[in-house]
């Protein structure tokens, strides 16, 4: 059974990057079928997806955070990262990792999320 | 981008109750690919990941009691939940995968 751990600074000063690194487990990140993903919470918010990765390398962003977002992949390490740059006290957020397969698409499953603030 | 909106945002109600739950898609999200609705429901509690109830709009999750239920098609959708239990206190959410970026529904309280 697929498990995901986020993992990083749970405090980011603003302007900074913000920098998650998500390590999957009990199957493989190079798998044909899946596709990894980023989604954050903001407090008292819905969710909100940033992006995906194929282990390939392939990405895909939502446009509300493009420009600012990049995702990237270390099959090696069966871990994918997201970094956000110039972050704000917007980016505050309850941030998970999680996969959806092709053919299929909703997320799961999903790591137990990681809280980050951005505060000087 | 489809913009899911759910509704009511809170429902209050009592144990043992039916709790109906709303979302409407700014689109439809029947895909043209295997002619099913790309609709998700999640329960969400504090401090624990979202919990995948419903996909393909009414195909329930291995695991998850039969009180929850959905149904729908293009872009209305109910999650209704029978016989509401105290462990039902969450926010639930709907979700599309249909386009990208996928999107979910603001969430809808459920309070007992």
């Known amino acids: 059974q697929v498990h995901l751990q986020e993992s990083g600074p749970g405090l980011v000063k603003p302007s900074q990057t913000l920098s998650l690194t998500c390590t999957v487990s009990?199957?493989?990140?190079?798998?044909?079928?899946?596709?990894w993903s980023w989604i954050r919470q903001q407090p008292g918010k819905g969710l909100e997806w940033i992006g995906n990765?194929?282990?390939?390398?392939?990405?895909s962003y939502n446009p509300s955070l493009k420009g600012r977002v990049t995702i990237s992949v270390d099959a090696s390490k069966s871990q994918f990262s997201l970094s956000l740059i110039s972050v704000t006290a917007a980016d505050t957020a309850v941030y998970y990792c999680?996969?959806?397969?092709?053919?299929?698409?909703?997320?799961?499953?999903w790591g137990q999320g990681i809280l980050v603030t951005v505060s000087s | 981008d489809i913009v899911l909106t759910q509704s009511p945002d809170s429902l209050p109600v009592s144990l043992g109750e039916r709790a109906i739950i709303k979302c409407k898609s700014s689109?439809?999200?029947?895909?043209?690919?295997?002619?099913?609705?790309?609709l998700a429901w999640f329960q969400h509690k504090p401090g624990q990941p979202p919990k995948l109830l419903i996909f393909?709009?009414?195909t329930r999750e291995s695991g998850v009691p039969d009180r929850f239920s959905g149904s729908g098609s293009g872009t209305d959708f109910t999650l209704t939940i029978s016989n509401l239990q105290a462990e039902d206190v969450a926010v639930y959410y709907c979700?599309?995968?249909?386009?990208?970026?996928?999107?979910f529904g603001q969430g809808t309280k459920l309070d007992i």
């Open positions: 990765i194929y282990y390939i390398g392939t990405t």
């Open positions: 999680a996969r959806n397969t092709s053919g299929r698409g909703w997320f799961d499953p």
């Open positions: 393909w709009a009414s």
């Open positions: 009990g199957g493989s990140i190079s798998s044909y079928d899946s596709y």
């Open positions: 689109q439809s999200v029947l895909s043209s690919s295997n002619n099913k609705n790309s």
């Open positions: 979700h599309q995968y249909n386009t990208i970026p996928p999107s």
